[in-house]
């Protein structure tokens, strides 16, 4: 390490943050607006000794705990960083606004409304992001930023310009744990969660993401010490968080705890005290999510927060009561549909499962590159696992619920409990009642034209509140709801049809007495989506040559890449069946639209019985090739 770094980390080591000749004018004395400096780790749980994890190095984020408020119940919206981040940029639910709920994706944003640094900009901030964007729509980075990409820093601002500058560390990113990653904690220390095998390679993906959490944390430390060596820490409120949830088997891209909990640090200095949501040291166990984040910088800058966002502000002038309940979702993730809902206190979790019919554990090609995934699918297929393990690999109940304050792991599901029962009445209540209020997209099969914040709330389009009714219908599977769900297979709305299909498809063989319903379906419905679902059906119940014919046809690279993938996916869960289609899916594996291809590749694979789970699927090579190398998930 050269003796500038030694200097800084000694620097900030000492306690003295503020003492150190600017390099830099500061911010006026008197001025009314803070700088905020957001300091975010990529893809990580809470592995962090002010947490209470013992095997944590994290002295930087524990000083900042220290010196500020710690958030102990915080939360991601989403299990994945590029809705998670459309909603911190906008203020805006990602289910609010399709196809941001999806995984990579690109939403419109509508014109009238504004993003946080616009606004900041607006007051008369200086923003900067190094470098990160991926916000999953068409909002033009370089129009909202004054300073955008690896070289971005408040250092860049005209003379003392209050700022709010972003800092992204990819250290701790997932393709990080794709290789060992020695260091201080070694695979002998980890204990393990329930739902997980005891595994080499599981523990050595644990062990090294504890020894990235370590790094990112060094370069926490020489962040602040620029600050500090610019004399503008007593005039900055410090932000750090992580963007979703961690990278370990059933964490990123999931709705359990490990999926949606992040962590939050909040320092505030002296002279804005009287902006901070505790005193130096507190622990604040109320839930707040990354909903929450926009509103609250508008109310730190003394701004009036627009009526788009639907997060409230948790600092600052116009903060609020502290809220009840956080919310969680997951939609498409890369090349693989499924359809969660969630809401947490803190303590219980329920989920909701739209897609009970398609497993958890579904195969993501990007995810497997890690040899924890890797390892979990090899013992399912020999069948070593305990029941609790290979629940992963199982369909889904329609309903979970969890007391996490007994059932860390969340393996142990209370649904049925009825002690439990007031808690499920309530979070049943508090999730139907806030998907109403943020008009939640998610039932729009994608790529459907009435996707879009503005499209979707059209009432006579999207009638919310009887698709939410019939898609639950559908995903109890109950055979008594078959001829309500036949007759709906003629409602007036297609996403009434096609939810009427779905849960059709959901019931398996116990279905077949709509079959010549579902055939009309598959021959003749004008939402390509719809018979994609009605064709999975027949083909699972009978005729399958002409249904395998219809996906087939659906997979043409003509039809939109959703469509196409779509299609793809209902050919996996065909098996066998789908063997017809292999020249087809040959085809898909090398088209140029990733998702598409990887899903091609990974059925083609199994048709020909060449996969395993260490079968390499994501094409790395290909995607460092790129003149901008580098995935953002």
């Known amino acids: ?14 306690g003295c943050m503020g003492m150190v000749a600017s390099a830099l004018p500061s911010v006026a004395a008197g001025t009314r607006m803070p700088n905020i400096l957001f300091l975010v780790s990529e893809d990580n749980n809470p592995f962090i000794g002010a947490y209470g994890d013992a095997l944590a190095h994290t002295p930087t ?47 419109r944003w509508p014109k009238p409304l504004t993003t946080y640094p616009e606004q900041l900009r607006q007051a008369g901030y200086f923003c900067a992001n190094n470098a990160k964007t991926d916000y999953n729509c068409d909002v033009t980075p370089d129009a909202i930023w004054d300073r955008l990409g690896n070289a971005a820093h408040w250092r860049q601002r005209p003379g003392g310009q209050p700022f709010m500058a972003v800092f992204n560390y990819m250290t701790t990113h997932e393709s990080r744990i794709f290789k060992p990653s020695p260091g201080r904690v070694t695979p002998d220390q980890i204990k393990l969660p329930a739902y997980l095998p005891d595994t080499p390679d599981i523990r050595q993906d644990f062990a090294s993401y504890y020894n990235l959490m370590e790094r ?33 088997p059933r964490s990123k891209r999931y709705c359990y705890d490990e999926g949606l909990r992040c962590s939050l640090v909040v320092r505030v200095p002296a002279k804005w005290a009287h902006l901070a949501p505790g005193k130096p040291g507190t622990e604040r166990i109320d839930p707040v999510s990354f909903i929450d984040l926009a509103p609250t910088l508008l109310s730190l800058a003394g701004m009036k927060i627009p009526a788009q966002m639907q997060g409230q502000p948790f600092m600052g002038k116009g903060r609020r009561a502290a809220k009840r309940y956080a919310f969680g979702m997951r939609n498409r993730m890369d090349e693989r549909y499924d ?28 995810a497997w590159l890690a040899k924890g995934y890797q390892d979990w699918e090899t013992a399912h297929r020999a069948g070593t696992l305990t029941p609790v393990q290979d629940r992963f690999f199982q369909q889904k109940p329609f309903e979970e619920l969890y007391d996490l304050s007994v059932d860390k792991d969340q393996v142990i599901n209370l649904i049925d409990d009825p002690k439990a029962a007031r808690v499920l009445k309530e979070m049943r209540s508090a999730l139907d009642r806030h998907m109403l209020s943020i008009n939640d997209n998610g039932f729009i099969p994608e790529a459907s034209p009435e996707e879009g914040y503005v499209e979707s709330n059209d009432k006579t389009r999207y009638p919310l509140k009887q698709i939410m009714a019939l898609a639950a219908t559908a995903a109890r599977r109950d055979p008594a709801n078959l001829g309500e769900l036949q007759a709906h297979l003629r409602h007036g709305n297609p996403i009434m049809r096609h939810w009427a299909a779905a849960g059709l498809l959901m019931l398996g063989e116990k279905a077949a007495p709509a079959l010549s319903d579902l055939l ?16 999975e059906a027949v083909a699972t119940l009978a005729q399958p040559d002409e249904a395998i014919g219809v996906l087939a046809d659906l997979c043409a690279e003509t039809r939109p890449w959703q469509v196409q ?59 460092m090739s790129r003149p901008s190398a580098g995935r953002a998930g």
């Open 520 to 535: 009309s379906v598959m021959r003749t419905e004008e939402r390509q989506q719809t018979r994609i679902v009605a064709a």
């Open 216 to 248: 990112m944390d060094e370069q926490l430390a020489e962040r602040l010490a620029e600050l500090e060596a610019d004399g503008l820490t007593d005039d900055t409120i410090i932000f750090y968080y992580s963007d979703n949830g961690g990278v370990l």
């Open 61 to 107: 984020i524990d000083r900042l705990a220290r010196e500020g408020v710690l958030f102990r119940n915080v939360y991601s919206n989403a299990p994945v960083c590029a809705p998670s981040r459309f909603g911190i940029l906008t203020g805006v639910y990602p289910e609010s606004c399709a196809p941001a709920n999806h995984m990579r994706a690109t939403a």
């Open 339 to 366: 359809f969660q809902r969630t809401v947490t206190d803190g303590r219980w979790r329920y989920i909701r499962n739209y897609m009970p019919h398609r497993p958890l554990g579904q195969h993501q090609a990007f």
């Open 1 to 14: 390490m050269n003796g500038n770094k030694l200097h800084r980390r000694a620097v900030l080591a000492g």
């Open 565 to 623: 993938l779509q299609a793809i996916n209902a050919l996996t869960f065909l098996g066998d069946k789908a063997k017809p289609a292999l020249p087809v899916v040959q085809q898909a594996a090398e088209r140029e639209q990733e998702f598409v291809r990887n899903a091609g590749r990974y059925l083609v694979a199994v048709l020909t019985g060449a996969f395993q789970p260490s079968t390499p699927i994501f094409d790395l090579k290909r995607m």
